[in-house]
């Protein structure tokens, strides 16, 4: 920085930076705009000059580029890319998102082992995460030599972020938001299933089937305002372990009774299942077509119809194999108090999910759902490469 007198001083010490490399070291992956990754090339490492000692690992680098054509340098450490164009460089993963939204490209990023995820920017992709409350937490490093001014910077800069508050004894150069887990603005949930006045947001009413009569809890997914339900029988919070399907949503199966796919039959046999046990829950979660929604669900039925397998359709039109998230099941399970539960589900990756976000699976319990003509090629493709284990 250039002082009046035509001299320079520095704006950050090797404190400072060494801050900014402990804090790579700690996460799986680090990540910014594609706007910044074409000006400034940024390495995205932890360095040795800088940390003071060896580094223990090097973060994984993510890129958001959005539609922007970005070239990447082959580097040993992974390199995933979000977006709407593909770049054409070896070695790097992909994940198609024609929009601004994060939770379908956070979901594949935790599929593939991110499940944590430093953000240094820029300010675009900054505000992406304040404005759609995929955070945990804040860090702002200012100039030692003005903290005041550069506080007054971040604020100008990112207008969202919240009052910042020093942190850690350090004296003016390392600032943190501590509210956590809470988005910065006033509408939607603040945290995890509370309204803005941090009062339960999570209504819940009797529920009579002809399976058993449930009570019907409604929860707002905190990171996107989708909405999800939860059909609950007895006390989840009493041992031993309850019995929980997590079953997303598949409108054509579960209320139209389509026979392309297994769903509904899955759906009401788990149901039953819950109501002879006598205590349980199913989780009833929005992410239609394997996360890719209706009307794209409709598209891969029609190269389905050309010869396409389900996983090869959802490829064709620029999706992974399967998009579901299973975070906000996660957080209804620990609401509901269930911490440890037995799963109904023919799915291994569904325990691999819950199992890393803190719910012990303690048994599998399987759905038997006898193949038929129309779905018998959709079940194998289920076994063969979605790894679905089917009676």
Not at 29 to 54: K, M, N, Y
Not at 322 to 336: F, G, H, K, N, P
């Amino acid at each position: 920085m250039s002082a009046s007198d035509g001299s320079s001083l520095p704006i950050s010490t090797p404190a400072d930076w060494s801050r900014v490399h402990g804090l790579r070291e700690r996460y799986q992956a680090v990540a910014v705009g594609g706007r910044t990754w074409i000006r400034d090339a940024p390495r995205l490492d932890v360095r040795r000059s800088r940390l003071g000692r060896q580094p223990r690992r090097q973060p994984d680098r993510v890129v958001f580029g959005g539609g922007q054509p970005c070239t990447f340098r082959p580097a040993e450490r992974r390199t995933y890319v979000v977006g709407s164009r593909a770049p054409a460089d070896e070695g790097v993963v992909f994940t198609y998102c024609p929009d601004r939204g994060l939770a379908r490209p956070l979901a594949t990023l935790y599929r593939h082992g991110v499940g944590s995820l430093l953000v240094e920017g820029g300010p675009t992709l900054l505000r992406s995460f304040l404005v759609q409350g995929c955070f945990d937490r804040i860090t702002a490093f200012t100039a030692v030599a003005d903290p005041a001014a550069s506080r007054r910077a971040v604020r100008a800069a990112l207008p969202e972020i919240p009052d910042l508050e020093p942190a850690d004894g350090a004296s003016g150069a390392l600032l943190r938001w501590p509210g956590g887990r809470r988005r910065p603005h006033a509408a939607g949930p603040l945290s995890p299933f509370e309204d803005g006045d941090g009062a339960p947001a999570r209504p819940r009413a009797r529920l009579p089937t002809s399976f058993g009569h449930f009570t019907a809890w409604a929860y707002e997914d905190p990171t996107d305002g989708v909405e999800h339900l939860a059909l609950v029988l007895g006390d989840l919070g009493t041992a031993p372990p309850p019995l929980i399907r997590i079953h997303s949503e598949c409108l054509t199966g579960d209320a139209l009774g389509s026979l392309r796919c297994d769903c509904g039959p899955q759906l009401r046999l788990a149901l039953s299942h819950i109501a002879e046990e006598g205590r349980g829950a199913l989780l009833y979660l929005r992410q239609e077509g394997r996360g890719i929604g209706l009307l794209n669900k409709i598209r891969a039925y029609a190269l389905q119809e050309r010869g396409l397998d389900t996983v090869e359709a959802n490829e064709h039109l620029g999706f992974a194999a399967d998009l579901r998230d299973y975070s906000v099941a996660a957080l209804m399970l620990a609401d509901l108090g269930a911490r440890e539960v037995r799963l109904v589900t023919n799915n291994p990756f569904k325990i691999e999910a819950l199992e890393g976000l803190g719910i012990r699976v303690v048994e599998r319990v399987g759905l038997a759902v006898p193949p038929s003509a129309e779905n018998a090629s959709y079940l194998r493709t289920k076994r063969d490469k979605l790894r679905h284990l089917l009676h």
